[in-house]
């Protein structure tokens, strides 16, 4: 993105000039206050919201000229693992991780399923429905859904907002072997000792939100 | 753990939007089915009716006292020698009596009224010339008129066909009715379903795959809806009064022969009703989700 702004409804501006490349392969870390517009930057990041000054591309193209065909193409490589993840109620956890392939056409591998779902420790509630899980599993369950199309890109919008210390460590390091296997990353904290701890595993790049613009950060860290 | 491709099961269960389908497409198809009775009995009914009356005319000879039966034979003798006619034939007084006593009772002495004589041509030819006729008449028998039933037939067969149109207006308000009703039971399944869908968006679902859900579940309702009131109307005019016991108008209402075939195009037709009307529910519905 380079210079892009974006308010809500057309009102102030709660991001502008806002520049940034994910470098491919890379893990990023974006940070900043309650309110900064992290989960804003990343809605634009798979086309749930479009700039409202500025220039967007993803994977080449001008997201501001996808059609709704082209977003749902774009969506899926992007895995999105959101901060309420929201599943299919009415759909088993298996149903609910392989659903992008269902939507996608694309035929389920059952081996690479169930390899998916022992990755992110969920074999035993294959069959569970998601309103049965904890806050942990759900995460894992939308790691898992976000990253079973493959995508080029793995987005993670506070994964770790509502799980205990443990847990947020657990979760990271999924994200962190999900990045070691090539994947470009970037996940919205506002823990800082989160990302310290990841730092430690994996070369980061933190970017930081401050008064609607961005920064990269990394020497106080 | 199930195998793959969750198909229309991405769509939650939705109980009363199925049975509001169910159940007024069934009704919607019963009414149908009545409807395309009607529309199939009028439309033989006006046939019946300009063929009975076209293949006869009427000649009435009316003349004074003591000329009556030599006018008669007079005509009698130009009617059996008419090009596409057949033979002629003289109403007999009892039967002339038969047609008056609707009118007269049973016991009116005709004799003592100066009741025309009647006589009955069938027309056997495409070369009958009924204007022909009525010209040699005229000329060679002045107290005979000819009647060829135009007056009769038109506002009848005019009738018959107002009826039939109508059989067909209702047939296609009935097709509206169950694509409005569809389409709303549509929108309300796809507003309660408003997160589903909205997380099918998030997750790279082509506006065409959430639909095509949809429309599966709306079509497939509204076939088995539509059958199954098919199938009770069908019964419905199979039970009507037969020919010999009704007579009159509801001579032949129903379906006969090849026609018991035509309602089961029904479903058919609702089923491609509610794909089209749940499909253009749906995508307009799925434009506002981002």
New interface residues.
Partial sequence: MRDVGFGYHGGPELLSDMTLSLQPGMFHFLTGPSGSGKTTLLRLC????LPSSGQMTAFGGDVRQLT??G??????RVG?V?QDT???????V??NV????????Q??D?DA??DLLGWVGLTQH??AMPPSLSGGERQRAALA?AVI?SPDLVLADEPTGNLDWDMSVRLMQLLIELNKSGKTVLVATHDMNLIRAAKAQVAARVLRIANGTLHLAGADL | ???????D??V??TGFTAQLTLFSAGAMAFLAVFALALALATGRLADRWSSELAGSVTVRVSAPEGDQDAATQAAMQVLSTTPGAGQPRLLPADEVAGLLAPWFGPDMPVDALPVPSLIDLPITGEDFDAGGLRLRLEAEVPAAVLDDHTEWRRPLVTAANRLRALGIVSLLLIAAASASMITLAAKAALAANG??I??????????I??ATAFVRRFTKRAAIGATVGTLCGMAGIALLPGMEAAGGFLTGLGFQGWGWLLPLLIPVVAGVVGFLATRWAALKML?AV?
């Avoid at chain 1, 798979?46 to 919201?49: E, G, P, Q, T």
Wanted: proline letters at 7%.
């Fill in positions: 798979y086309a749930d919201l709704r065909d977003i749902a193409d774009l969506r899926r999105v959101h929201q599943f299919l109620d009415h759909l088993p298996a149903e392989a659903l992008p392939l269902s939507v996608a056409g035929p389920v059952m399923l169930r294959a069959r859904r199309l | 753990m199930r195998d793959g491709g969750s198909g099961r991405i939650p269960p997160q589903v909205r997380v099918l968006r998030l997750i790279g679902a082509r506006d795959t959430i434009g981002r």
